[in-house]
């Protein structure tokens, strides 16, 4: 064998066993996308503008607050309806020191207009800011619970022109239900005195002489039986002011409550724990409302001085009270969220998939193979190895490339077998019309190649551009679809040039004088 | 063995019948897609709530239907999913026009209307944890011990359940629970007396919101556009300029033949379809350029010769590559058509059919509106010099 000759084949052998290396084992090298294995992928969008609407609220609330300690309470303080500000009239005696200061210390984000009324709206850089945070915060916390729950290889990414989305994927869930509730969780826990509790809304209000306290709320609850069946609703007048919030836990988890039901039980951070123990110790006796997400949970009855625990009760699975402990480790949401797409393939439908796809590939391939083996004969072996050695090389680089695997991009692996021998088609066409010309084998075969390749070049190129095109405007699954259709293709440049010219050339290096060939 | 050896056909002569009659298709393509019936969109560009579902027998549609129009969402539509054997259903809810979490309220009704509501695990809609936490309560083993020492206990029978139903696809009732391997015979009684089979499973669930269906809109109609621009210009570049107009008036050809094919057979248009439509465009370029490079070699072997005539050469020259390659491609796709299910099954449709179109316009558009081009600059070129 010649030298040159000798080092292809190296070179081949080489390629082949990385390729072999690499693709092996099959289930742990090929990724597997979410429509083969299952999975869940959500697209969300983080309502960026209740954070907004919050820190103008919080602002509100503190210049109220200033005014009326210092003994000029606002005439009127209320928010600007379809813009990120509010507006205030300040007490007509208010001496002009006094409001500059609550304004310098209050309402530095803010834009200030001085009038009878004082509008202030917030800053568009601190809003694009605010909205900002919103997001991280938002990403932050999803992880943080996606984390805890444990899920194997998730993808979490900020998206969107406005930066305000988040995309979600997670292979392998097999209770989207639950995910998708534990995603969304505003999570938001607060611990509130309890004023008064009433079976309806207008009792309640009577109960309090007709009219709302200014720093009072109404929430409702559940009302539930003895075995957790919920039979009614009770409403609760409740301070607004919260003894304290989610924000000030330091861990929670599931647990029992004293007839042995699951709760979710947490302990709070020193801060936390400060504010509670001295609430609860001038308190006892009272009542007060745990609030989640703006429902009552429970009210219990304060028995004795609480320093840095407590449970929460009241009608939960063991899965629900896990998954709320979860949710309050992992954070509350600045802002509520909303599902923009969703897309859940579920285990039975990705395995059926896959078996069909191997099932297509197959037959296909075995097509092929035929055809080739009865059209050109001994060409027809050159082509097919060529083929098979594709699909391998494209297995191995699937595996380099850690590429996922998806159900189109099976049909993008059956779709190159077909187009793989296109280079082999054009070449072998080739050589026989050399063949006919009068050449001799040797030379055909060297014609053949050599003519052969722009052709071959240039329309595997355009195929490849347009599968470029297609993995930027695809959704994952089409993503795969490019990726292994321009694997597929840059391989078969290798396999049907290279390879194919390599076997010829063993051939023909074998006999003295070749007069004939399989073609 | 041969096919097409040595053939003369005289493609080019006809080429006036032949441009005529695709410009013809075209504009019935065209008026079907604008003045017609229109695009049968999917849900990835219309919008709207589409489960996948397996029931354990033929569902009862009607019902189906009047359940899920109880919760006033929407306009419902249902069609059968793969082989009738499979008691499969895509469900449809048409885009409330605003964006939420439509599947969940559609599943709850589903539920409601089809499964006994009661407390017990629901062993086609839950997952392994759910599984496993529901035996782990009941304890029929009487492992007992911490909440977590009887779920280790009962997880790999959970997994088992799960397993067997990823390969039925749907849990008929107690019978399939002899099958799970590992199963105890008291968390096979317990389960067969008090977890809930139900009427369904859910397969897949999609749910695409007006924003997000824009959005794959307008970058669909981006990456057809621009895929094609890119050809024009990668043509121009290898080729002459009146090679690149002939290339994509074939693609265009292409394209519009196929979309008027979608629509007359009622097929949707979603992602998978056009991403058969790109790949399409890269098929049918590649026959092109296979032609065009032959030209070319002709061009410079004959000088003199009327291009009509070297077209005519090089069509017949390449014939037999053209056919064969395109047989074998559309050999794959039938195997896709035929074996790769309903999922890939619009894709694989758009090929089947765009393969053929694709051939067809390789030898029939793009030589001869290279040609017409080229005979236009050529003509305008002597005029010029006249002056």
Request: overall charge neutral; aromatic content about 6%.
């Given at each position: 064998m010649q030298r040159k000759l000798m080092w292809r084949w190296v070179l081949i052998g080489v390629v082949t066993a990385a390729a072999v290396f690499f693709m092996l084992p099959l289930d742990k090298r090929i990724h597997l996308g979410l429509d083969l294995r299952g999975g869940i992928h959500l697209v969300l969008q983080v309502n960026t503008?209740?954070?907004?609407?919050?820190?103008?609220?919080?602002?509100?609330?503190?210049?109220?607050?200033?005014?009326?300690?210092?003994?000029?309470?606002?005439?009127?303080?209320?928010?600007?309806?379809?813009?990120?500000?509010?507006?205030?009239?300040?007490?007509?005696?208010?001496?002009?020191?006094?409001?500059?200061?609550?304004?310098?210390?209050?309402?530095?984000?803010?834009?200030?207009?001085?009038?009878?009324?004082?509008?202030?709206?917030?800053?568009?850089?601190?809003?694009?800011?605010?909205?900002?945070?919103?997001?991280?915060?938002?990403?932050?916390?999803?992880?943080?619970?996606?984390?805890?729950?444990?899920?194997a290889e998730p993808l979490i990414q900020r998206q969107g022109i406005e930066g305000d989305r988040i995309v979600v994927q997670l292979p392998g869930v097999d209770d989207p239900a639950r995910v998708k509730d534990l995603i969304r969780a505003t999570a938001f826990l607060e611990i509130k005195p309890v004023v008064a509790v009433a079976p309806t809304q207008e009792t309640l209000l009577a109960s309090s002489g007709g009219e709302m306290p200014e720093d009072s709320e109404i929430v409702s609850g559940d009302v539930e039986d003895l075995e957790g069946r919920v039979t009614g609703r009770e409403y609760y007048l409740l301070k607004k002011?919260?003894?304290?919030?989610?924000?000030?836990?330091?861990?929670?988890?599931?647990?029992?409550?004293?007839?042995?039901?699951?709760?979710?039980?947490?302990?709070?951070?020193?801060?936390?724990?400060?504010?509670?123990?001295?609430?609860?110790?001038?308190?006892?006796?009272?009542?007060?409302?745990?609030?989640?997400?703006?429902?009552?949970?429970?009210?219990?009855?304060?028995?004795?001085?609480?320093?840095?625990?407590?449970?929460?009760?009241?009608?939960?699975?063991?899965?629900?009270?896990?998954?709320?402990?979860?949710?309050?480790?992992?954070?509350?949401?600045?802002?509520?969220?909303?599902?923009?797409?969703?897309?859940?393939?579920?285990?039975?439908?990705?395995?059926?998939?896959?078996?069909?796809?191997?099932r297509a590939g197959l037959a296909g391939l075995v097509a092929v193979v035929l055809f080739m083996l009865f059209y050109y004969r001994g060409a027809g072996i050159n082509a097919n190895?060529?083929?098979?050695?594709?699909?391998?090389?494209?297995?191995?680089?699937?595996?380099?490339?850690?590429?996922?695997?998806?159900?189109?991009?099976?049909?993008?692996?059956?779709?190159?077998?077909?187009?793989?021998?296109d280079s082999n088609v054009l070449i072998f066409e080739r050589i026989r019309e050399e063949l006919e010309l009068g050449k001799t084998v040797r030379n055909a075969v060297d014609l053949g190649f050599q003519k052969a390749l722009s052709a071959i070049i240039d329309?595997?190129?355009?195929?490849?551009?347009?599968?470029?095109?297609?993995?930027?405007?695809?959704t994952g699954p089409i993503k795969g679809f490019a990726v292994t259709l321009t694997i597929g293709l840059a391989i078969s440049m290798f396999t049907a040039v290279f390879v194919s010219r390599s076997i010829f050339e063993l051939i023909l290096s074998r006999r003295e004088r070749v007069t004939s060939l399989s073609i | 063995?041969?096919?097409?050896?040595?053939?003369?056909?005289?493609?080019?002569?006809?080429?006036?019948?032949?441009?005529?009659?695709?410009?013809?298709?075209?504009?019935?393509?065209?008026s079907l897609i604008l003045f017609g019936p229109g695009f049968k969109y999917g849900v990835d560009f219309a919008g709207g709530t589409q489960l996948t579902m397996k029931f354990k027998s033929d569902p009862?549609?009607?019902?189906?239907?009047?359940?899920?129009?109880?919760?006033?969402?929407?306009?419902?539509?249902?069609?059968?999913?793969?082989?009738?054997?499979?008691?499969?259903?895509?469900?449809?809810?048409?885009?409330?026009?605003?964006?939420?979490?439509?599947?969940?309220?559609?599943?709850?009704?589903?539920?409601?209307?089809?499964?006994?509501?009661?407390?017990?695990?629901?062993?086609?809609?839950?997952?392994?944890?759910?599984?496993?936490?529901?035996?782990?309560?009941?304890?029929?083993?009487?492992?007992?011990?911490?909440?977590?020492?009887?779920?280790?206990?009962?997880?790999?029978?959970?997994?088992?359940?799960?397993?067997?139903?990823?390969?039925?696809?749907?849990?008929?009732?107690?019978?399939?629970?002899?099958?799970?391997?590992?199963?105890?015979?008291?968390?096979?009684?317990?389960?067969?007396?008090?977890?809930?089979?139900?009427?369904?499973a859910i397969l897949a669930v999609d749910n695409v919101g007006p924003a997000v269906g824009k959005d794959l809109r307008q970058k669909a109609t981006y990456a057809v556009g621009f895929s094609l621009l890119a050809m024009l210009v990668y043509i121009a570049f290898r080729f002459h300029l009146p090679y690149g107009v002939g290339a994509i008036a074939a693609l265009v050809h292409d394209t519009l033949i196929t979309l008027g094919v979608l629509v007359v057979t009622g097929r949707e248009l979603d992602i998978p379809a056009v991403a058969a439509l790109l790949t399409l465009v890269g098929f049918s370029v590649n026959d092109t350029v296979v032609i065009f490079d032959r030209i070319r070699e002709q061009l410079k072997l004959h000088r003199g010769k009327p291009l009509v005539e070297i077209m005519d050469v090089a069509i017949n020259q390449t014939l037999s590559r053209t056919i064969i390659t395109s047989g074998l491609t559309w050999l794959v796709v039938i195997a896709l058509f035929l074996f790769g299910g309903d999922v890939i099954n619009t894709f694989a449709f758009v090929l089947l059919i765009g393969i053929i179109v694709g051939s067809y316009s390789t030898i029939y558009i793009a030589s001869p509106t290279a040609l017409w081009m080229t005979n236009l600059l050529e003509r305008r070129k002597q005029s010029r010099r006249r002056r």
């Open positions: 503008q209740d954070a907004v609407r919050a820190e103008v609220d919080d602002a509100m609330e503190r210049v109220r607050g200033d005014l009326t300690e210092k003994g000029f309470a606002p005439v009127s303080l209320q928010r600007l309806p379809e813009s990120n500000g509010f507006e205030f009239r300040p007490a007509p005696n208010t001496p002009a020191k006094t409001l500059e200061k609550v304004i310098d210390d209050r309402l530095l984000e803010f834009k200030v207009e001085r009038g009878v009324a004082i509008t202030a709206t917030l800053r568009p850089e601190v809003t694009r800011a605010i909205k900002d945070m919103a997001v991280r915060q938002g990403l932050e916390t999803i992880r943080n619970r996606i984390d805890q729950f444990g899920v002011a919260s003894v304290v919030t989610g924000r000030d836990l330091r861990t929670a988890r599931r647990s029992q409550d004293e007839y042995g039901q699951p709760a979710v039980s947490f302990t709070l951070n020193p801060e936390g724990a400060t504010k509670f123990s001295t609430y609860t110790g001038a308190h006892i006796g009272d009542r007060m409302a745990i609030v989640l997400d703006n429902k009552v949970r429970s009210a219990p009855v304060i028995r004795g001085h609480i320093s840095d625990s407590g449970i929460i009760e009241g009608n939960f699975t063991v899965q629900g009270a896990e998954d709320l402990a979860l949710v309050l480790r992992a954070g509350a949401l600045p802002a509520s969220i909303t599902y923009l797409e969703e897309r859940t393939v579920g285990p039975s439908l990705g395995h059926d998939s896959i078996i069909r796809g191997l190895v060529a083929l098979i050695l594709n699909a391998v090389l494209l297995l191995g680089a699937l595996g380099v490339f850690k590429a996922t695997l998806t159900l189109p991009g099976i049909a993008g692996i059956i779709l190159t077998i077909g187009m793989a021998v329309s595997n190129l355009t195929t490849i551009i347009s599968a470029l095109f297609l993995f930027q405007f695809g | 063995m041969r096919f097409f050896h040595g053939t003369h056909f005289q493609f080019m002569k006809y080429r006036r019948f032949w441009v005529t009659l695709s410009t013809l298709l075209n504009l019935v393509a065209i009862d549609v009607a019902r189906i239907r009047t359940s899920l129009e109880n919760i006033k969402l929407g306009a419902v539509t249902i069609q059968r999913f793969d082989e009738p054997e499979r008691h499969e259903l895509l469900i449809r809810l048409q885009s409330p026009g605003q964006e939420g979490d439509f599947s969940a309220r559609m599943i709850t009704a589903l539920d409601q209307e089809f499964n006994a509501q009661t407390a017990a695990t629901r062993l086609n809609l839950q997952g392994v944890e759910a599984v496993r936490d529901g035996l782990a309560q009941a304890d029929p083993d009487s492992v007992g011990g911490t909440f977590d020492n009887r779920r280790a206990h009962y997880e790999p029978m959970a997994s088992g359940l799960l397993k067997l139903r990823k390969e039925m696809g749907i849990l008929n009732g107690p019978a399939d629970l002899d099958r799970i391997k590992g199963l105890s015979s008291n968390a096979k009684r317990h389960l067969a007396d008090n977890a809930r089979f139900g009427e369904f």
